[in-house]
């Protein structure tokens, strides 16, 4: 387990009880089994605690948790027959941004998402989750494809932001992500994302411009990260504790504010920690989203799309 | 550390940098820095004399020497809730609004207008970098709105004027979300066969150029503008390296095809003209300087 800087007590505790449980193990004369099962449900009450009511800050470093599911672990999990497509048909194949054919309950469709890898190897090959142009435009492609064969397309956001690099720059970057919002919004088929960690900036909405939009319990979506939003606006990049805060960036506050449609809960002490029941409660959702826009004509989904876009805000926190 | 030091030499300086520069008569050109008379700068949309460099100009400033005489209707905007998130940084964010209104005289970072150019009837947008930076937030995302509409209504064409160093932080999610807002207005215009034409202006960066900036059937900018995703500043300090001379600059966008023209600011009325007579079916039109349509 790796543990959060806010879990540390915990990690103590559960530190603790191993400890005992080893020494146990190399002298079966001890009898440790009542003490390490009171440290277990001290960790448990503590775990309680830590959870029951995470700051954004605390959201923020859930959401980026190493040991979360990631967009690949939930489409091994929740998907058949997926067929990964790739390229942009122009420049390269994007690992940042992954994608294909898949069947969701036996159903054809379209998914994809940003994947940030497990490993130092696969992070670097997926770059983190952030995308380049090429990404996007792959997205649009399959985007497309979804449209043209009457597939609903599922999306599963978790990103930091678009890469901003050279080379995304000079190939257009914010065309890329203009041109995929765009076609989002003109698809005459059920989109729908899920928010599973980061929505990070443009280069999350790219990506869950969708009818219905659901995020994870602990998870975060937000115009800017708590840091740059603090170095701006604070001069102080340690100030985002502070910038967490009033961004209003965790999943509860923006079903307030009318931005996503549904919170799918976690298990307790985060998806780390319940990957398996992260996965199927994301399913369930999937599901129960796309059974909402099942039978809609193409005019309609793209009428309630852009509806739900233009209303955004209209009424504020009190929404 | 005496009198002279603390109180006359300060005092003797200031003397002199007044004369210097004496408020409101005389700006310095960022670029060449050449002293530009104030009215002969305005004569010049606010352009260097001396070296051509495109300094800032207010959407007002900008309407008055686009529209013929001067003359254009501003399109009434819907007001959005005043401080959705309650944000409060070291300032809270009325306070922050508020100062801005105070300096630039205007509700917000965007202007909208009707009005004819060469006898054309459009619909203009222009976006005010000195109210916070330009920023997109939820007013913004209305007055595309607003702009679309009235297009569609009147059978217009759109032209913005971009201006914006990205999302209003201070409406966090929702400035987002103007992102997909205004590229539905982007679509109702396209959607009413209408041609939408953005010019690119400096600078223009973050979520306005990843959303209706770089939408247009047509893309101009400004000599020189800085057009990006991610400021330079972010980029070195993710990649490690400098960037060349004139990155994310209109130019280097007009050379990487992101861009169909680079025009300079006194240029503009006249190829905005052409161009969108020609996409509107019109004949070409009479050049030169138009006094103010007749009033009906």
Request: aromatic share 6%; proline share 5%.
């Amino acid at each position: 387990m790796n543990y959060l800087e806010f879990e540390k007590p915990l990690a103590e505790i559960e530190g603790k009880a191993e400890e005992l449980r080893a020494l146990a193990r190399a002298n079966p004369s001890m009898d440790v089994a009542k003490e390490a099962e009171g440290l277990d449900r001290k960790a448990e009450t503590m775990l309680k605690d830590l959870y029951k009511a995470l700051n954004p800050w605390q959201k923020c470093q859930v959401a980026r948790h190493q040991d979360r599911p990631h967009c690949k672990d939930y489409i091994e999990g929740l998907f058949t027959e997926f067929t990964p497509l790739a390229g942009d048909r122009n420049f390269a194949d994007d690992h940042a941004i992954m994608g294909g054919l898949a069947r969701f309950n036996d159903q054809a469709v379209v998914v994809m998402g940003q994947e940030k890898g497990h490993d130092t190897k696969t992070r670097i090959e997926r770059n983190f989750g952030m995308a380049r142009p090429e990404g996007y435009r792959k997205a649009i492609r399959l985007m497309e494809m979804a449209d043209r064969f009457r597939l609903p397309v599922v999306t599963l956001v978790d990103t930091p932001g678009a890469y901003p690099g050279k080379g995304a720059e000079e190939r257009g970057q914010a065309e890329a992500i203009a041109r995929a919002t765009e076609k989002s919004l003109m698809l005459g088929v059920p989109v729908i994302s899920v928010v599973i960690g980061e929505g990070g900036s443009g280069g999350a909405v790219a990506l869950a411009t969708a009818n219905r939009i659901a995020m994870l319990e602990h998870s975060i979506y937000s115009v800017i990260s708590p840091e740059g939003c603090a170095s701006i606006l604070w001069k102080d990049s340690d100030k985002m504790r502070e910038a967490a805060e009033a961004l209003r960036l965790t999943a509860q506050d923006l079903q307030k504010l009318g931005v996503i449609d549904r919170i799918v809960k976690e298990p307790l002490g985060g998806a780390q920690r319940g990957r398996k029941e992260t996965i199927e409660a994301v399913g369930k959702a999937i599901e129960a989203m796309l059974k909402e826009l099942s039978g809609k004509k193409p005019e309609a989904l793209i009428k309630d799309r852009r509806e739900k876009f233009l209303d955004m805000g209209v009424k504020g926190l009190a929404a | 550390m005496n009198w002279i030091t603390n109180y006359v030499r300060p005092k003797i300086n200031s003397l002199f940098s007044r004369r210097e520069t004496p408020d409101n008569l005389w700006t310095k050109c960022p670029e060449c820095g050449t002293m530009l008379f104030h009215r002969e700068l305005a004569d010049n949309q606010n352009v260097c004399t001396s070296c051509d460099h495109h300094m800032a100009i207010s959407p007002r400033e900008r309407f008055t020497a686009l529209f013929d005489g001067g003359i254009f209707t501003e399109v009434k905007v819907p007001e959005p809730i005043v401080d959705p998130l309650h944000f409060r940084d070291q300032k809270k964010y009325p306070d922050r609004l508020k100062a801005a209104q105070k300096a630039s005289g205007e509700r917000e970072a965007m202007l909208v207008a009707e009005g004819e150019i060469a006898r054309t009837p459009i619909v203009a947008v222009a976006q005010d970098f000195s109210f916070m930076a330009g920023s997109m937030g939820m007013f913004v995302g209305n007055a595309m709105v607003a702009a679309a509409q009235a297009a569609v209504k009147h059978k217009r064409p759109l032209v913005v004027f971009t201006a914006a160093g990205g999302a209003r932080m201070q409406e966090g999610i929702l400035s987002l979300m103007q992102m997909p807002r205004t590229t539905v207005a982007v679509q109702m215009v396209r959607e009413a066969g209408l041609p939408y034409v953005t010019v690119l202006t400096h600078p223009t960066t973050g979520g306005v150029t990843a959303s209706y900036a770089m939408l247009g059937d047509i893309q101009m900018a400004e000599p020189n503008a800085l057009i990006c995703f991610a400021g330079p500043r972010v980029i070195e300090q993710t990649i490690r390296e400098k960037l060349p001379e004139g990155f994310q600059r209109a130019e280097y966008l007009l050379d990487h095809g992101m861009l169909d023209r680079v025009t300079h600011r006194k240029e503009l009325k006249d190829e905005l003209v052409t161009i969108l007579r020609m996409l509107t079916g019109q004949p070409p039109a009479i050049k030169g300087e138009l006094t103010a349509p007749a009033t009906k």
